[in-house]
């Protein structure tokens, strides 16, 4: 049923966007979306195994940022170090391949965008955990399949 999935994927994304920018309005939740659209799988299952392992992988990137940070280095030096604790610290936890690739990510873009704006770590982890929260949600509602018509286009007998 693609039709299903791409309508859940489509409502969990806007469902995200739309709640966390209740709270969070100083700047546009894209994270939000984009980790319910990642997130959403072809089973429930499946999709809080993704909502789990982004969100892990986020938290863990954004750690690792902020304590680069406080090092007396300049920011290239930060840079290359967040990189490399990031990938090193994924690589040490044995987390996925989805969870160990978020962790230096996030890393490099709390480093890029922290300074010019303020609340940028809390809102990362805010609105992927939600974003990945209202996916598991969304794909978890049940939704009736159809029945196969009979040759008369009369719907078949339940078995």
Known sequence: MPFVHVAKIATAALL?????ALFITDQAPVFAGIAAVMVVQPSVAATLSRAVERSLGVVLGVVVASCAGLLPVGHA????ITIVASVLLAWTLRLSATSSVQVPISAMLVLAFSTSMPGY??????ETILGAAIGVGVNAIPVPRARPATSSGSRAAPR
């Open 16 to 20: 995200a966007w739309f709640t966390c």
């Open 77 to 80: 030096e930060a840079t290359v």
């Open 121 to 126: 770590e809390l809102h990362r982890i805010v």
